[in-house]
C-alpha cells in the first residue's frame, strides 16, 4: 500500500524532529497532488504505523497542495486545484511541474 509506506517514512522523519521523550499531538503534512495520497487510506496507515510508538494516537493533518503548472505557449507557471486546467491564455495543454512532494509541515508537542 502506497500510504503505507509513505506513512512509515513520515513516521521516521517526525521521531527524528522531535526531542526523546516527547509526546506529539500533532502532524500536519503538505501532499503534492502528484503524490496521489488518498487522505482516508492515509490516515489508516498512520494509525498503524504509529500505534506502538510515541506518535500513538497523533492527529494527523493532510493539506492537499494545488497542481503547480507551466503553460507550454505563454511560459506562466501557476497552481490549480484541479489537472487538466486550461491556462488564461486559452491553452490547454499545461503541464504539472514538481508537486509530488510530501513535506513534513510542522509537528505540535504537548507541554
Ligand atoms: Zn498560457
Do not use: N
Not at 500500500?1 to 517514512?9: I, K, N, Q, R, V
Amino acid at each position: 500500500m502506497h500510504e503505507y509506506s509513505l506513512a512509515e517514512a513520515l513516521l521516521k522523519q517526525v521521531i527524528s524532529h522531535a526531542p526523546p521523550g516527547s509526546k506529539i499531538e500533532r502532524v500536519v503534512i503538505e501532499a503534492g497532488p502528484l503524490q496521489g495520497i488518498e487522505p482516508h487510506a492515509m490516515q489508516t496507515g498512520w494509525q498503524l504505523i504509529t500505534r506502538e510508538t510515541a506518535c500513538a494516537h497523533t492527529v494527523l493533518e493532510i493539506v492537499e497542495l494545488s497542481w503547480p503548472l507551466h503553460c507550454p505557449a505563454c511560459g506562466k507557471d501557476w497552481t490549480s486545484p484541479e489537472f487538466p486546467a486550461t491556462c488564461s491564455c486559452g491553452c490547454a495543454d499545461s503541464h504539472p511541474v514538481g508537486g509530488r512532494d510530501l513535506l513534513l509541515k510542522s509537528i505540535t508537542i504537548a507541554d
